[in-house]
């Protein structure tokens, strides 16, 4: 009896043990997976986070206002829209914190690593096809309303319904196979495929969490009228919006998380840039993008500097400047047209006379200039006029009839080269380019326009060349911007690149999640961005900012600027 009884509790003991195992392997396999898609978070970025340049939060600081200057004015206010720029995530989401719409995880802005925020937590399953989100219990929109995943599941299907304007974000989901409700609080998405950037995607990082019960439509075409009045969850709620003029948040008192000192953001609309330069002088504006030509000056001016700070950072946002091609238009079929193009354009100069930006770059490719997607054995392209005659003799395109224009077909080689009005940056720059292409017998007319016209004629793909910048993102994924799929439809592929090879390299890299494989494809998609010339890449460089002194705790993260931190002191608030 007592051997018998030996041997069960052996064999319970063993049983016990292999049980204990599989749940031990079977967490393993999911944490490997976990760090596959976070993993090469760790490594993006091949320099040291930015010192701090602030100091500890005084706890009595609360009050005052930010007043933050917008060189343009968002075209709508809804981050879900084709038409959301930099200046809408700018008011919405604030800077890499969330002003009013906010995700089921959010970024540590250090760490640069997913973490739990409106979810308490979340599960990937071993084969990385289903993320499940477990909500928290205290969180509510600004109007009280709990967040349940029915507004998860109405998000997710407001972004992929065809009928809303959400392309460039929809382009994102594709992989998502389906949404499901698991119980108020916990949601499911289930992936057809696996994809990097599936646990970003599912958490609803960009648009962030919306109301069902303010956003619900039974007409499409309401959603997409809806560019005011963003409700959401987060810290601030909108206020008013005087268009041309200002937009106004102020702090959300019913906010179930921890609530920012400032109470409230003002953006002014300042389209003139030496305006807002004198607008900060006389103390009007207190947070400024200025040009780099400005900066360049003002670091050298120690009056002004007695009260702004100057701020400059490296960070995944910086993205880069770039003149794109119309491939729809006959001149710029042709790689070699394209290439010639860059050849006639001194980067190096633009980068050194008029940029005045010493850690700027010319870069070669579409990926963050200091991060491990990029390939650095790749250099930019010379300014070689002469390389670039040789190239238009070879494309067909010469001066058949002597008049110092270069043609083919009876068509002579003359474009419009569209740009945002008023900046000054960009004046210089086609003045650059044109004047450089008159001397290998191309003609260029500028076509400056008024920033929300020139965004419509943008999506409409609407012009011969035009100049513009890219901000970059924590983790790059092409697709939108490169992929073929994304030229019509008001997709990102604005100039109609369409290389079946880069489609190729472009999908295979979305659903591999080592990181070293994943960059060895995009390394290969970088070298066709290269060879074709899609884009002439004209420079990318740190960020730049000018700051009110008064403002406290000031801090440089890998990711940017918290607003989210700042205070002013009591004795030098401005504003009740």
Not at 115 to 136: C, Q, V, W
Request: contains cysteine; proline residues 5%.
């Amino acid at each position: 009896m007592n051997n018998r009884g030996g041997i069960f509790a052996f064999f319970l003991i063993l049983f016990g043990s292999a049980i204990v195992f599989l749940q031990i392997h079977s967490m393993l396999q999911a944490d490997r997976f976990h760090k596959a898609l976070e993993k090469f978070v760790d490594n993006l970025i091949e320099t040291e986070s930015p010192a701090g340049i602030g100091e500890s939060v005084d706890e009595e600081g609360s009050g005052d206002w930010l007043i933050w200057s917008l060189s343009a004015e968002p075209g709508t206010l809804n981050p879900m829209h084709t038409s959301a720029g930099v200046y809408t995530m700018w008011v919405v989401k604030g800077y890499v914190s969330n002003n009013i719409f906010e995700g089921l995880l959010k970024y540590d802005i250090d760490e640069m690593r997913l973490k739990p925020h409106l979810a308490e937590s979340y599960n990937i399953s071993n084969d990385g096809l289903e993320i499940t989100f477990k909500l928290r219990d205290d969180i509510h929109f600004s109007d009280g309303v709990p967040i349940t995943t029915d507004d998860v599941i109405f998000t997710y299907e407001t972004i992929v319904d065809p009928n809303i304007d959400a392309a460039s974000v929809a382009s994102y989901y594709e992989d998502v196979e389906k949404v499901v409700k698991i119980s108020d609080r916990e949601v499911k998405f289930v992936m057809k495929r696996p994809y990097f950037k599936s646990l970003e995607v599912a958490c609803l990082d960009t648009t962030g969490v919306m109301p069902k019960h303010i956003y619900q439509f039974d007409d499409p075409q309401e959603f997409n009228d809806r560019i005011s009045n963003p409700i959401g969850s987060g810290p601030y709620v909108f206020e008013k919006w005087n268009v041309g003029q200002e937009i106004v948040l102020r702090r959300n008192e019913n906010y179930w998380g921890k609530k920012p000192k400032l109470k409230k953001i003002v953006y002014r609309i300042i389209l003139n840039n030496t305006a807002a330069i004198q607008a900060m002088r006389s103390g009007e504006i207190d947070f400024v993008r200025p040009l780099p030509d400005q900066y360049f000056d003002l670091a050298r001016d120690e009056e002004f500097k007695k009260d702004i700070q100057m701020i400059s950072y490296w960070t995944p946002f910086v993205g880069y400047f770039w003149i794109g091609y119309n491939q729809d238009r006959p001149f710029f079929r042709d790689r070699k047209v394209r290439l010639a193009l860059t050849h006639i354009v001194d980067r190096e100069a633009i980068v050194k006379s008029l940029l005045k930006v010493p850690d700027a770059e010319v870069p070669t490719g579409p990926f963050y200039i200091k991060g491990r997607q990029s390939d650095r054995t790749i250099k930019p392209w010379p300014y070689d006029p002469e390389k670039a005659k040789r190239l238009l003799d070879e494309a067909g395109w010469v001066d058949t009839d002597g008049d110092g224009i270069r043609d083919k077909d009876g068509v002579p080689f003359r474009f419009k080269y569209m740009i945002v009005s008023g900046t000054y940056l960009h004046d210089q720059i086609v003045k650059l380019v044109k004047d450089q292409a008159a001397k290998v017998g191309i003609d260029i007319i500028a076509e400056p326009y008024e920033w929300s016209v020139f965004q419509q004629r943008l999506l409409d793909r609407n012009f011969d060349a035009v100049n513009l910048a890219w901000h970059g993102v924590v983790h790059e994924d092409p697709y939108q911007i490169w992929h073929s799929s994304q030229i019509g439809g008001r997709g990102s592929n604005y100039v109609g690149f369409d290389v079946p090879l880069a489609d190729h390299f472009i999908e295979e890299a979305r659903k591999t999640l080592n990181e070293r494989d994943r960059n060895k494809l995009y390394h290969r998609f970088h070298r066709i961005i290269h060879e074709q010339q899609p884009y002439t890449f004209i420079y990318t460089r740190p960020e730049q900012r000018l700051l009110h002194k008064r403002f406290k705790n000031v801090k440089t993260h890998a990711m940017g600027l918290n607003i989210h931190e700042w205070y002013v002191p009591k004795e030098k608030q401005k504003y009740k």
